[in-house]
């Protein structure tokens, strides 16, 4: 240690040593900033800031040892070979480079360390290069220990500036290494130099070589446009890659034109036509862009403002885009920059808004508008050229329970399988729609009518008959079809989805599973019958139903004993409809649910304003035992209104108790244990059968007016009507015999024992008794005045 600084002081002019100092910090300076600008770069990028590191470190290493050596006053006077003057830096250049680029490619944490040592050993082969490049008549001698220890610590010091350079980030990814580098240059060059010593020779002949002087003003030169090249290259990529990084970050494409041809383009750009940027460089702006197809040819110019064009890509596919001029400088020059935004995405978008708005989501079929204006077109053409059309209304049958059982998922994936058997089955011409639920609808246009529609109904049932198996997959569905044919069974888009669910209607009527066509005549009952039902679901609410009441009456002594509540329905059209020709249709439609509850409300509201408690009866309907929540509802309506449940009677007959007979009785028990009365109705027709009355002890039974009507003709009823009242009386149950209207047919009935009659002898329906229970006296007056 003691030795180099003695060298330092006694045998270098201090002044040169500080330029070689400095030479040697601004070079490690250098270096280091390069190395960082490689590390962060990739591909061809790193390749060439790698080279330009190895160049900075390099021609830094051998400046400052031949500024030290200029510095350095051996007794002799020396000078400089010139090729091995220029092999030294060449060596210095090729060691730094293979040292920085193993060093970056490098994934082992001793990479970095390795490279170190790499580069301290070629330091050391540039010095000892260099000094083989030194002419002057005498001998250089080294000691060989201190070449050793350079050799030694020189790279070692090499090692850890590389080590700290990647261990260290921020400012001391810099300052370290750099300060670690410059200390390793210098260590190895005056740690040998201190043991070299110059023995003067004067048969040693000096041959021609560099001038200390030119060698002093070369390295000074190198050593500057190497601090400048160095700066200046970092200053011009770090802006002009902001720049450049900035342009390329932008999600839209930028092209540049200037004198009418493209002179660069951004990345996005580069990426949406699909070319490289050396085929677009010339090429005029208007030879990239197309109108949109369906548009008129636009004028071949670019235009400032904002304007939807295609695209056109190397490959010839056209991408939609917005594109949008601006005038800027650019290199020094007024360019055009157009700015061109891809809308493949939104166009796509609006093609998928403009779909769902046209197509039903589940099954991508048709919706109802669409479905309806491509009626209405296929209706204006058939008519310009006279031909024929069918319009074919569906509905799935079991649909609704496998969707109830199986769920809601299972339902979807049936009417997926629905609309893929209809594609199969209708041609391409034909349009298949969902109108919802489980209701769809063909238009079939181009055929001769109605072989056509035959034709298309029978594949229909085919396909369904075998990808839909009823009898073995519970969870298969099937289809009914109506069908009407323009224009003989409508011209109007209305009129003919009228008939074709009219026809659709008696399909389902008459069994299901078959196509019925439309026939005026076949189906004005059917038409009639719908639009009942339409008007039924409305009466409650247009006041159209109103209650009657007939009484019942003891035959002992001609007392009122209760009252019948009977529905009535008086339409704005028909009149007044009777209880059978609605209630039918109200079960079948399921408005007798509503309508039900309706009489109900009303009936007890009523009662409970008579002045005699007497009791009410009210007909229940069997699908109103379908409903869980019936006995609620008669629990909530007597709350409501305030009638005492023993009051009120329910009257029934056996058809309410064919399904769901376990439910249906349940019900009852708990309706008998709050006190309401259970009425069998209609007892001897239908499906009667003693085991009911054994399993569940009705209150009273009522015996049909069928029988009574044919009391006094037919022996048959008569014995009937006596075994039911024999019956009761076993049962110790009331028995009330509807229907009667003469003296004799009284006068058969008490004879039989029977003690309660109702009909129209004793007393017509008629308004609410408001004014109190009818006695004994008044049924005559009663009867006389309903005569």
């Given at each position: 240690?003691?030795?180099?600084?003695a060298c330092?002081?006694?045998r270098?002019?201090?002044?040169?040593?500080?330029?070689a100092?400095?030479?040697c910090?601004?070079?490690?300076?250098?270096?280091m900033?390069?190395?960082?600008?490689?590390?962060?770069?990739?591909g061809?990028?790193?390749?060439?800031?790698?080279?330009?590191?190895a160049?900075?470190?390099?021609v830094?290493?051998?400046?400052?040892?031949?500024?030290a050596?200029?510095?350095?006053?051996?007794?002799?006077?020396?000078?400089?070979?010139?090729?091995?003057?220029l092999?030294?830096?060449?060596?210095?250049?090729?060691?730094s480079?293979?040292?920085f680029?193993?060093?970056?490619?490098?994934?082992?944490?001793?990479?970095?360390?390795?490279?170190g040592?790499?580069?301290?050993?070629?330091?050391?082969?540039?010095?000892?290069?260099?000094?083989r490049?030194i002419?002057?008549?005498?001998?250089?001698?080294?000691?060989p220990?201190?070449s050793?220890?350079?050799?030694l610590?020189?790279?070692?010091?090499?090692?850890?500036?590389?080590?700290?350079?990647r261990?260290?980030?921020?400012?001391?990814?810099?300052?370290?290494?750099?300060?670690?580098l410059?200390?390793?240059?210098?260590?190895l060059h005056?740690?040998s130099?201190?043991g070299?010593?110059?023995?003067?020779?004067?048969?040693?002949?000096?041959?021609d070589?560099?001038?200390?002087v030119?060698l002093?003003?070369?390295?000074?030169?190198?050593s500057?446009?190497?601090?400048l090249?160095a700066?200046?290259a970092?200053?011009?990529d770090r802006?002009?890659?902001?720049?450049?990084?900035?342009?390329?970050?932008?999600?839209?494409?930028?092209?540049?034109?200037?004198?009418?041809?493209?002179?660069?383009?951004n990345?996005?750009?580069v990426?949406?036509?699909?070319?490289?940027?050396?085929d677009?460089?010339g090429?005029?702006p208007?030879?990239l862009?197309a109108?949109?197809?369906?548009h008129?040819?636009?004028?071949?110019?670019i235009?400032?403002?904002?304007?939807?064009?295609?695209?056109?890509?190397?490959?010839?596919?056209r991408?939609?885009?917005?594109?949008?001029?601006?005038?800027?400088?650019?290199?020094?020059?007024?360019?055009?920059?157009?700015?061109?935004?891809?809308?493949?995405?939104?166009?796509?978008?609006?093609?998928t808004?403009?779909h769902l708005?046209?197509?039903?989501?589940?099954?991508?079929?048709?919706n109802r508008?669409?479905f309806e204006?491509?009626?209405?077109?296929?209706?204006?053409?058939?008519?310009?050229r006279?031909?024929?059309?069918?319009?074919?209304?569906?509905?799935?049958?079991?649909?609704?329970?496998?969707n109830?059982?199986?769920?809601?998922?299972?339902?979807?994936?049936?009417?997926?399988?629905?609309?893929?058997?209809?594609?199969?089955?209708a041609?391409?011409?034909?349009?298949?729609?969902r109108?919802?639920?489980?209701?769809f609808?063909?238009?079939?246009?181009g055929?001769?009518?109605p072989?056509?529609?035959?034709q298309?109904?029978?594949?229909?049932?085919?396909?369904?008959?075998?990808?839909?198996?009823?009898?073995?997959?519970?969870?298969?569905?099937?289809?009914?079809?109506?069908?009407?044919?323009?224009?003989?069974?409508?011209?109007?888009?209305?009129?003919?989805?009228?008939?074709?669910?009219?026809?659709?209607?008696?399909?389902?009527?008459?069994?299901?599973?078959?196509?019925c066509?439309?026939d005026?005549?076949?189906?004005?009952?059917?038409?009639?019958?719908?639009?009942?039902?339409s008007?039924l679901?409305?009466?409650?609410?247009?006041r159209?139903l109103?209650?009657?009441y007939q009484?019942?009456v003891?035959?002992?002594?001609d007392?009122?004993?209760?009252?019948?509540a009977?529905l009535?329905?008086?339409?704005p059209?028909?009149?007044?409809?009777?209880?059978n020709?609605?209630?039918?249709?109200?079960?079948?439609?399921?408005?007798?649910?509503?309508?039900?509850?309706?009489?109900?409300?009303?009936?007890?509201?009523?009662?409970v304003?008579?002045?005699?408690?007497?009791?009410?009866s009210?007909n229940?309907?069997?699908?109103?035992?379908?409903?869980p929540?019936l006995?609620?509802q008669i629990?909530?309506?007597?709350?409501?209104?305030?009638?005492?449940?023993?009051?009120?009677?329910?009257?029934?007959?056996?058809?309410?108790?064919?399904?769901?007979?376990?439910?249906v009785?349940?019900?009852?028990?708990?309706?008998r244990?709050?006190?309401?009365?259970i009425?069998?109705d209609d007892?001897?027709?239908?499906?009667?059968?003693?085991?009911?009355?054994?399993t569940?002890?009705?209150?009273?039974?009522?015996?049909?007016?069928s029988?009574?009507?044919?009391?006094d003709?037919?022996?048959?009823a008569?014995?009937?009507?006596?075994?039911?009242?024999?019956?009761?009386?076993?049962?110790d149950?009331?028995v009330v015999?509807?229907?009667?209207?003469?003296e004799?047919?009284?006068?058969i009935?008490?004879?039989?024992?029977?003690r309660?009659?109702q009909?129209?002898?004793?007393?017509?329906?008629g308004?609410?008794?408001?004014?109190?229970?009818?006695?004994s006296?008044?049924?005559?007056a009663?009867?006389h005045?309903?005569?």
């Open positions: 240690m003691f030795s180099v600084l330092i002081s006694d270098h002019d201090w002044r040169l040593v500080a330029v100092a400095i030479v910090l601004a070079g490690s300076a250098a270096t900033l390069l190395l960082q600008r490689a590390e962060r770069s990739e061809w990028q790193r390749h060439l800031w790698t080279a330009a590191c160049f900075a470190c390099g830094g290493v051998w400046s400052t040892h031949f500024i050596m200029l510095a350095y006053d051996g007794g002799v006077p020396i000078a400089y070979d010139a090729w091995g003057t092999f030294s830096a060449l060596v210095a250049v090729a060691a480079w293979i040292a680029a193993t060093a970056l490619v490098g994934t082992s944490r001793y990479a970095f360390p390795g490279a040592i790499f580069l301290g050993l070629g330091i050391a082969a540039m010095h000892v290069t260099g000094m490049a002419e002057t008549q005498g001998r250089i001698d080294f000691d220990q201190m050793f220890a350079a050799v610590f020189g790279p070692l010091i090499a090692a850890l500036a590389l080590h700290a350079f261990a260290f980030g921020g400012a001391h990814k810099l300052v370290a290494p750099t300060l670690l410059v200390l390793a240059i210098c260590v005056f740690t130099m201190s070299v010593t110059l023995v003067p020779d004067p048969s040693v002949a000096a041959a070589a560099f001038d200390p030119w002093a003003g070369g390295v000074v030169v190198a500057t446009t190497l601090i090249t700066l200046g970092l200053f011009i802006h002009l890659t902001d720049l450049r990084g900035l342009a390329n970050a932008s999600l839209e494409g930028m092209v540049i034109v200037c004198n009418g041809r493209v002179v660069d383009a990345e996005r750009f990426n949406l036509c699909g070319a490289k940027v050396a677009l460089i090429r005029k208007e030879g862009f109108s949109p197809q369906g008129e040819p636009r004028e071949r110019q235009d400032n403002g904002p304007a939807e064009v295609e695209l056109i890509c190397a490959d010839g596919r991408v939609p885009v917005e594109h949008v001029c601006r005038t800027i400088e650019y290199r020094g020059r007024q360019s055009d920059v157009i700015f061109v935004r891809d809308l493949s995405a939104r166009k796509e978008a609006e093609r808004i403009e708005a046209h197509h039903d989501g589940l099954t991508d079929l048709s508008s669409s204006r491509r009626m209405r077109q296929a209706l204006a053409v058939a008519a310009a006279n031909e024929q059309l069918a319009v074919f209304c569906l509905d799935l049958d079991r649909f609704k329970a496998v109830d059982i199986f769920g809601h998922g299972e339902g979807d994936r049936i009417l997926r399988k629905v609309a893929d058997i209809l594609r199969a089955a041609g391409e011409a034909d349009t298949i729609a109108l919802g639920g489980d209701e609808a063909i238009l079939q246009t055929a001769v009518q072989e056509a529609a035959r298309l109904s029978d594949r229909i049932l085919r396909l369904f008959a075998e990808e839909m198996d009823t009898h073995r997959d519970p969870m298969a569905v099937g289809v009914s079809m109506g069908v009407a044919i323009y224009p003989g069974d409508g011209a109007t888009a209305e009129r003919l989805c009228n008939n074709a669910d009219t026809a659709l209607y008696r399909a389902k009527r008459s069994g299901k599973g078959i196509a066509f439309f005026a005549e076949m189906d004005e009952t059917l038409r009639s019958r719908r639009q009942m039902e008007d679901r409305h009466a409650i609410l247009r159209q109103f209650l009657e009484p019942l003891d035959v002992h002594d007392r009122v004993v209760g009252y019948e009977l009535r329905w008086r339409h059209e028909r009149g007044i409809v009777g209880p020709v609605f209630i039918p249709i109200a079960e079948e439609s399921g408005s007798i649910i509503q309508i039900g509850e309706w009489v109900l409300e009303q009936a007890c509201a009523e009662a304003r008579w002045a005699d408690p007497l009791p009410v009210v229940i309907s069997p699908v109103q035992f379908l409903v929540s006995f609620d629990a909530g309506i007597l709350r409501r209104t305030g009638l005492e449940p023993r009051r009120l009677e329910l009257e029934l007959t056996e058809a309410a108790l064919l399904h769901n007979r376990e439910d009785l349940a019900a009852l028990v708990r309706l244990l709050l006190g309401v009365r009425v069998m007892f001897g027709t239908g499906h009667s059968s003693l085991a009911n009355l054994q569940f002890p009705f209150d009273k039974l009522k015996i049909d007016c029988f009574t009507a044919a009391l003709k037919d022996p048959a008569h014995a009937i009507i006596r075994a039911i009242i024999a019956l009761g009386h076993s049962l149950l009331p015999t509807e229907g009667v209207e003469t004799r047919q009284k006068q009935i008490v004879e039989e024992g029977c309660q009659i009909g129209f002898l004793t007393g017509r329906p308004l609410a008794p408001s004014a109190g229970a009818i006695s006296s008044d049924a005559p009663l009867r005045a309903e005569a």
